[in-house]
């Protein structure tokens, strides 16, 4: 199976007051990522030939500032985004070998984006959870060996690993072309919550 983003479709509110009545920065206005995907789907539970794809969406809620930073510093564009480390530790986790506590990794995962509403419980939906698994990398910067931190590509550092002195956080692009690129996204983004379009 394959997982593919089909569509993606920015909505940030242009209402300038939040629900005391008070005004709201550009960067704190709500706003709603929306990631529309296709899952293939083939003719038998193990494969087969490709018959068509589920469709589905996910949606990230958050404010115009966060969308920003995401759009300026996705974890896919960063040196620190391991994927092939994260697919090699789930493959592990599935084997025979595995300890009892490390065979629930993927488990705990999926879980985790269903509660996120990233996929809700349906059948189709957890065939969701597992494909997006499948995109799935650690962050180098962030883990450590007692620890690893998983990301999604379309994540960006979190807050606590942002400060004054670092407010990109860990990221470092893999190339100048995608420190460029996402400066641009980042800068029409918050144009867009200042109603400058």
């Excluded at 469709?55 to 985004?81: M, Q, Y």
């Excluded at 705990?108 to 799935?136: N, P, V, W, Y």
């Excluded at 650690?138 to 690893?148: F, G, I, N, P």
């Amino acid at each position: 199976m394959a997982l593919k983003v089909s569509d993606e479709v920015l909505k940030i509110s242009t209402v300038g007051y939040n629900g005391k009545g008070d005004k709201l920065e550009p960067e704190a206005k709500p706003a709603e990522r929306r990631l529309m995907l296709e899952v293939d789907t083939h003719s038998g539970l193990n494969g087969g030939p490709k018959i068509g794809f589920i469709p589905g969406e996910v949606v990230i809620r958050s404010t115009a500032g966060e969308v920003a930073d995401g759009l300026k510093n996705p974890c896919w564009s960063c040196r620190a985004f391991n994927n092939e480390r994260a697919q090699k530790m789930l493959k592990y986790a599935a084997s025979e070998i595995a300890a009892p506590n490390e065979k629930t990794l993927a488990t705990e995962i999926a879980g985790r984006l269903i509660a996120a509403k990233l996929a809700d419980a349906s059948e189709s939906d957890k065939r969701f959870a597992g494909e997006i698994i499948k995109t799935l990398g650690t962050c180098e910067a962030l883990s450590s060996e007692k620890k690893v931190y998983f990301t999604l590509p379309e994540g960006c550092c979190p807050d606590f690993a942002r400060g004054k002195d670092k407010p990109d956080g860990p990221y470092k692009a893999r190339d100048k072309a995608h420190g460029a690129e996402g400066s641009k996204l980042y800068d029409k983004v918050l144009r867009v919550a200042q109603n400058k379009r």
